[in-house]
């Protein structure tokens, strides 16, 4: 049974520029949560996709928006980056429950230059 | 808005002996859930243990258990006969009450274990 993988793992990117990051869930799960951990802090919330659509969004701008398809996986979008988008972006599965507990990938680590 | 807080930044401990990591959270709901996670230096995220508010007795998974007082809203993580991949940082985390969807993360503390 996979877990949730992410790709790339590590990247770099310039100033202005955008990128984009992927993430496939667990098996069997169908909701979709993106956090960006900046060096030396916990994750922060950006937003979760269920059923294709925004679920709920935490305090980030319009730059970050992100996509889920049929299939469940899901990408985020940064546009425009800035230096302070430097983190490690990691996507978390999980299935709606009454405990419903999120399983995390590895993470993609960006660095913007 | 709710807030968790890790007041331990680091913390050690000697292979074999118990550590007990803090956490407190302020929330005005009174049905949520509280997770421990730990981050080893691959980075993966791994759940250790999850509590229920709602539920009085705390939570055990093996050699870690936790310390819920709801009243103080405080959520402390034991972990007992410590190993040396008990290494990592670890993460307390609350979750909105069922019909939310959002996790809020402490700042984590960087445990050490001393062979």
């Known amino acids: 049974d996979a877990g949730v993988t992410q790709s790339p793992t590590h990247l770099i990117k310039t100033r202005g520029q955008q990128v984009t990051l992927r993430c496939s869930p667990k098996s069997g799960h169908d909701t979709v949560s993106w956090y960006q951990q900046a060096l030396g802090q916990g994750p922060q919330f950006i937003f979760q996709?269920?059923?294709?659509?925004?679920?709920q969004r935490g305090n980030f701008p319009d730059r970050f928006s992100g996509h889920q398809f049929p299939n469940y996986s899901s990408e985020l979008n940064v546009n425009a980056l800035l230096l302070g988008d430097s983190a490690l972006y990691l996507c978390a599965s999980s299935f709606p429950g009454v405990i419903e507990t999120q399983y995390f990938g590895p993470g993609t680590r960006l660095l913007v230059l | 808005a709710q807030t968790v807080t890790q007041s331990q930044p680091e913390m050690s401990v000697q292979e074999a002996e118990t550590v007990t990591l803090s956490c407190t959270y302020d929330t005005s709901e009174s049905d949520y859930y509280l997770f421990w996670y730990k981050q080893p230096p691959s980075r993966q995220m791994i759940l250790v243990i999850r509590?229920?508010?709602?539920?009085?007795q705390n939570a055990t998974e093996n050699r870690f258990s936790v310390n819920f007082q709801k009243a103080a809203k405080s959520f402390s993580l034991k972990i007992s006969d410590s190993q040396l991949g008990d290494a990592a940082m670890y993460f307390c985390?609350?979750?909105?009450?069922?019909?939310?969807?959002?996790?809020?993360f402490g700042t984590g503390t960087s445990l050490t274990v001393i062979p």
């Open positions: 985390a609350y979750r909105t009450p069922p019909g939310g969807n959002q996790f809020y």
């Open positions: 996709y269920y059923e294709e659509e925004e679920r």
């Open positions: 509590q229920e508010a709602y539920k009085q």
